[in-house]
């Protein structure tokens, strides 16, 4: 089983950038998709972007190029890094890191997602 952590939550301005790092204990090659996934306040829980183990990235519709994911492995551990930049108040929420070893389903779909961290808060102000 993997374990994930979640850090780099902050308070921002519009328009400023952040970089969110996901510690992922316990990966190997199985764990196919590593996501990141947002929840806003009164909102549901959205797909933010997802990055397969083969190379591939998908990304939910509203980050229009703006935010980035990438993995680096150093010391035999994985990490999962979510750049964003450009943010907006709309962008305020908790993000989780999430991961699976196969699809049923969207790859963007939280359902899809058994093994989650307890999220970071992001907070955009104007």
């Known amino acids: 089983q993997v374990r994930l952590v979640e850090t780099g939550g902050a308070e921002v301005q519009a328009g400023g950038s952040l970089k969110l790092a996901c510690v992922v204990s316990?990966?190997?090659?199985?764990?196919?998709?590593l996501a990141w996934f947002r929840q806003g306040p009164g909102k549901e829980r959205e797909g933010v972007a997802v990055?397969?183990?083969?190379?591939?990235?998908?990304?939910g519709s509203f980050v229009k190029g703006r935010f980035i994911i990438s993995q680096e492995i150093a010391n035999a551990e994985m990490t999962v890094n979510l750049q964003m930049n450009n943010l907006a108040t709309e962008d305020t929420a908790i993000y989780y890191c999430?991961?699976?070893?196969?699809?049923?389903?969207?790859?963007?779909?939280?359902?899809?997602?058994?093994?989650w961290g307890q999220g970071t808060q992001v907070t955009v102000s104007s």
């Open positions: 990055s397969w183990n083969n190379g591939a990235k998908t990304y």
């Open positions: 999430a991961a699976t070893r196969r699809l049923e389903g969207w790859v963007i779909d939280p359902s899809q997602y058994a093994t």
């Open positions: 316990g990966y190997n090659f199985n764990w196919r998709y």
